[in-house]
């Protein structure tokens, strides 16, 4: 199962995890941040469980591209 988690409110709204992830990650036209599509909110922090092992590559490099360090990727 892959666990991704956004800490959406410190987004900055730079687009590369939608570019580089754009079947889980989308911009908001409201506020300019990204949202984790099908994720649920608890306290500020998005999270989204797949049993989908394939979006894994596509998360943990936008993961990795992320200037503020917002998103976690991991498997367990």
Known sequence: MVVITLQRNKCIGCNYCVELAPRQFQMSKKDGKTVLLHSKDKKGFFTLKSN?????????????????????????
């Open 52 to 76: 989908d092992d394939i979006i894994f590559e596509a998360c943990d490099q936008a993961s990795k591209a992320c200037p503020v360090n917002i998103i976690s990727v991991k498997y367990i």
